[in-house]
């Protein structure tokens, strides 16, 4: 058999096939389309971080609340000085989750890794504690850092200034638990698995003012001594509050 008779008995493609074949390629090029778009956002979205986060910090405006939705945030990234009272009576614990980035040492007494008692991939909580404001400017939330999960488990003291104090932090955001997320424990009335706005109003006695929610931070870019042991609740670093990943 010939090439010309051969090339003859090849069948054209038929009308499904090429309407299967080119809603490939109008696909594929939508999708690249759409996450070229999203890097850039993303690019834009981090360089808007980061010159909020850079910003000096301003004072909160007397009874501020939350107005965003969901677990979106209202105010950017811009830091907010606050003054208040801290009610520790109402505290709750966030967890388990890991530390902050970069708040613990490779080495040395503050690498959670020693004495201490912390492994390689240490756990504990977030501390969360309202903070009724001076001259009755109303409640916020705060998140005052992270304590190692030994201190939890053996009542161990962390350290929770009385009388008025400034609060330097960042409005953060809530999470939504999936249907796979597993449930807050009643047998733990002062723990939380996640940052569930309805949850925490509950239990730190702020249902009904939604309170403006703030990480508390270190200034962007503070040395830390390694030499010097850490005080507990560890904060993070102002720079990596809201950090999230450029790729789509």
């Given at each position: 058999?010939?090439?010309?008779?051969?090339?003859?008995?090849v069948?054209?493609?038929?009308?499904?096939?090429?309407?299967?074949?080119?809603?490939?390629?109008?696909?594929?090029?939508g999708?690249?389309?759409?996450?070229t778009?999203?890097?850039?956002?993303?690019?834009?979205?981090?360089?808007?971080?980061?010159?909020?986060?850079s910003?000096?910090?301003?004072?909160?405006?007397?009874?501020?609340?939350?107005?965003?939705?969901?677990?979106?945030?209202?105010?950017?990234?811009?830091?907010?000085?606050?003054?208040?009272?801290?009610?520790?009576?109402?505290?709750?614990?966030?967890?388990?989750?890991?530390?902050?980035?970069?708040?613990?040492?490779s080495s040395?007494?503050?690498?959670?890794?020693?004495?201490?008692?912390?492994?390689?991939?240490?756990?504990?909580?977030y501390?969360?504690t309202?903070?009724?404001?001076?001259n009755?400017?109303?409640?916020?939330l705060?998140?005052?850092?992270?304590?190692?999960?030994?201190?939890?488990?053996?009542?161990?003291?962390?350290?929770?200034?009385t009388?008025?104090?400034?609060?330097?932090?960042?409005?953060s955001?809530?999470?939504?638990p999936?249907?796979?997320?597993?449930?807050?424990?009643?047998?733990?009335?002062?723990?939380?698995?996640?940052i569930?706005?309805?949850?925490?109003?509950?239990?730190?006695?702020?249902?009904?003012?939604?309170?403006?929610?703030?990480?508390?931070?270190?200034?962007?870019?503070?040395?830390?001594?390694?030499?010097?042991p850490?005080?507990f609740?560890?904060?993070?670093?102002?720079?990596?509050?809201?950090?999230?990943?450029?790729?789509?």
């Amino acid at each position: 058999m010939n090439l010309t008779s051969a090339a003859a008995k090849v069948q054209p493609m038929s009308k499904a096939g090429i309407a299967f074949f080119s809603s490939l390629c109008v696909t594929t090029f939508g999708l690249g389309c759409w996450q070229t778009q999203r890097y850039f956002e993303k690019i834009e979205s981090v360089e808007k971080r980061i010159n909020e986060l850079s910003k000096d910090g301003q004072h909160l405006e007397p009874n501020a609340t939350y107005t965003g939705s969901g677990t979106s945030i209202s105010r950017g990234y811009r830091p907010i000085i606050v003054q208040g009272k801290y009610m520790h009576e109402h505290e709750i614990l966030i967890g388990p989750r890991g530390p902050p980035p970069g708040v613990l040492s490779s080495s040395g007494p503050n690498s959670g890794r020693s004495s201490g008692g912390m492994s390689s991939s240490p756990q504990g909580f977030y501390v969360l504690t309202p903070l009724v404001r001076h001259n009755k400017m109303g409640t916020v939330l705060v998140n005052r850092g992270w304590v190692p999960m030994q201190y939890v488990q053996q009542n161990a003291h962390w350290d929770k200034p009385t009388g008025k104090v400034d609060v330097i932090g960042v409005e953060s955001k809530t999470e939504q638990p999936t249907f796979l997320s597993p449930q807050h424990s009643m047998k733990e009335p002062k723990k939380l698995l996640w940052i569930d706005r309805a949850s925490i109003e509950v239990k730190t006695n702020t249902k009904g003012m939604s309170p403006l929610l703030l990480t508390e931070t270190t200034p962007m870019n503070s040395i830390r001594n390694d030499n010097v042991p850490i005080t507990f609740p560890v904060k993070p670093s102002i720079e990596t509050v809201g950090e999230f990943k450029v790729l789509p």
